[in-house]
């Protein structure tokens, strides 16, 4: 697993960019499945979906009852796409190869926490936006 700068510019055509989103999910009713063998395989299911849409982790937290996943992106990809995708995937591959997850109705809960980052605050582009006509 690649671990990205936070602040390194992504060129892809005719877009630079720095999108980071910080995402926080969650397993259903908030259970402490995400442990030993089933929290390394979910690394592995995430790396493999970000390495596949050209995502670039700059963090990953696997915690017992929640996920903290710290992403650089593309400005083509929207966070419930992102979300969709990594959670897609790895519902699908731990309850197969982790029969104990079945007894969860579902892996996930449908809802995510999303915040954007980036290098400058919000106060700096407020400034740089105001004194353009200097």
């Known amino acids: 697993m ?3 700068s936070p ?3 992504r060129h892809e055509g005719n877009a630079i960019s720095l999108l980071n989103y910080h995402f926080v999910f969650i397993p259903k009713r908030r259970k402490k499945v995400l442990v030993d063998a089933i929290a390394q395989r979910l690394q592995e299911i995430i790396c493999e979906v970000c390495n ?3 995502w670039r982790i700059i963090a990953m937290e696997i915690m017992p009852d929640h996920v903290h996943l710290f992403l650089n992106v593309k ?3 929207n ?3 992102i979300m969709n995708r ?6 699908h591959h731990l309850r197969k190869e982790f029969p104990e997850l079945l007894k969860l109705p579902t892996l996930w809960t449908p809802s995510y926490f999303v915040s954007t980052a980036g290098n400058i605050s919000t106060k700096n582009v407020i400034e740089y936006i ?3 006509k200097d």
Do not use: L, V
């Not at 990594?86 to 519902?91: F, L, N, V, W």
């Open 2 to 4: 690649g671990i990205f």
């Open 7 to 9: 602040d390194e510019y």
């Open 52 to 54: 596949e849409n050209r």
């Open 75 to 77: 400005p083509t990809d």
């Open 79 to 81: 966070p419930s796409q």
């Open 86 to 91: 990594i959670k897609g995937r790895a519902s």
């Open 130 to 132: 105001a004194h353009q």
